[in-house]
């Protein structure tokens, strides 16, 4: 991993055309690189070689859902410090949730770009100011 580039936003998400619009949105608000994958598999395989400040990733994919995705980035050893996952389920039991490591909120579909950008900011790496663009759209309103 190259800790002398800036941290990105890595969006992980099978629905390319949102995940493009998405990652868009949140280059719109933000000055850091925001990655997007359209596969799981490709995703983790790229995440060694990155500065990821928050990793964002839907829960039903195929080949590996998000919390597993999460999972495998921290058993590499290059998971964010903040990971967030986008679902359209809903989860009987938290209990799985609350043990992944590093998973810090969940937002439900649908969502506004928003609101999912006030959550990046929220939970940026500790110590760290969230890279926003001097011109960025207001979060409000």
């Not at 809903?90 to 490591?101: A, G, K, M, S």
């Not at 609101?115 to 100011?129: D, F, N, R, S, V």
């Amino acid at each position: 991993m190259d800790c002398t580039a800036p941290k990105a936003i890595v969006i992980v998400d099978d629905e390319m055309s949102f995940t493009d619009l998405l990652g868009q949105m949140l280059r719109d608000h933000f000055t850091c690189p925001v990655l997007t994958f359209g596969n799981p598999l490709t995703a983790l395989a790229a995440l060694p070689g990155l500065n990821v400040g928050v990793l964002v990733t839907d829960y039903y994919m195929p080949h590996i859902n998000g919390l597993d995705v999460i999972r495998q980035a921290g058993e590499q050893g290059c998971i964010a410090p903040v990971s967030i996952l986008i679902t359209g389920h809903t989860f009987e039991n938290d209990d799985e949730i609350e043990r992944v490591l590093h998973f810090k909120a969940m937002l439900a579909k649908p969502f506004r770009w928003q609101q999912l950008a006030e959550l990046i900011e929220k939970h940026w790496p500790e110590g760290e100011t969230p890279p926003l663009r001097a011109n960025a759209p207001s979060l409000h309103g």
